[in-house]
């Protein structure tokens, strides 16, 4: 175990610790330090941006995780019995092979004023489509977009899971006249638990670290996104490398050192909500 140790303390242990000490200084990333304690920890929390950053992460961990696991359940019951189901799988899965630059890039090209979504509304006698990239709207498209992305890579893995289920307990269960929500309630659910577990964690991790795709829609080539779609990855990246103003990478390691904080926190609350007893099947 030695040498796996040895790599985890570099890369890791040895990072964290630094990102954790340059939080307790003011430094601008060239020069010399200057200790602040935890002052740069205080000005974040009642920085408005951070609080707005902060806000938008919570409604991009909660809201689109829910409507993602949603779409994931309710496409894993519809394809579960559907011939070529491996087809469509493979379908729902492609946008995860696809960078998720590439992705924003086009989902922004679909909703802009002149885009494809809104040409086919003006056809069927919309003519004053919404402001779909508006900033009233922006970062609501932005969550609807990850939710699109996510979905497939969610449906994958509990399909999986949903496929080692033995299919004669869904026969007892349509022989006993179980409707939809009650085979899912029943067996389904019951029986995949502890892999819903495991992509509780994978969603909770990657959305609070989500970055990219935020950046490319919302932004531009000269500037940063709006901060009202800013997460806590992006205040973290604006106050790091501001193209405006003096760079904070005190400030911008704070963020960081809170944000692998919370990540940890959100895990254990997680798994200790989901632990549940093995069912043998």
């Not at 990239?133 to 932005?142: D, G, N, P, R, V």
């Amino acid at each position: 175990m030695t040498p796996a140790l040895v790599l985890y303390a570099i890369f890791l242990l040895v990072p964290v610790a630094a990102t954790a000490y340059i939080s307790l200084h003011k430094w601008p990333g060239y020069g010399p330090m200057e200790w602040s304690g935890l002052r740069n920890y205080r000005y974040m929390f009642a920085d408005p941006v951070f609080q707005q950053a902060l806000k938008n992460t919570m409604l991009l961990l909660v809201g689109a995780g829910v409507a993602t696991f949603a779409v994931s359940f309710g496409l894993t019951m519809l394809l579960r019995d559907l011939t070529g189901r491996s087809t469509a799988r493979s379908v729902i899965f492609f946008p995860n092979i696809v960078p998720a630059l590439v992705l924003s890039i086009l989902w922004g090209f679909l909703f802009q004023a002149d885009g494809l979504v809104n040409k086919i509304l003006r056809s069927v006698g919309v003519h004053h489509p919404p402001g779909w990239l508006s900033q009233e709207h922006q970062y609501t498209m932005i969550l609807i977009g990850l939710v699109w992305i996510n979905t497939g890579f969610y449906t994958t893995i509990i399909m999986a899971a949903v496929d080692r289920i033995p299919p004669y307990l869904y026969e007892d269960c349509l022989l006993a006249g179980a409707n939809a929500w009650q085979r899912f309630r029943h067996v389904t659910l019951p029986l995949s638990w502890d892999v819903i577990g495991v992509c509780s964690v994978l969603w909770t991790i990657n959305s609070i670290k989500t970055f990219e795709f935020i950046l490319a829609m919302a932004g531009s080539a000269s500037g940063l996104p709006s901060t009202r779609t800013w997460t806590m990855s992006l205040y973290a990246y604006a106050t790091a490398f501001a193209s405006e103003g003096v760079p904070s990478f005190g400030l911008a390691a704070a963020d960081s050192i809170f944000t692998l904080g919370l990540v940890a926190v959100l895990v254990v609350l997680i798994r200790r909500v989901m632990r549940r007893d093995p069912i043998q099947f």
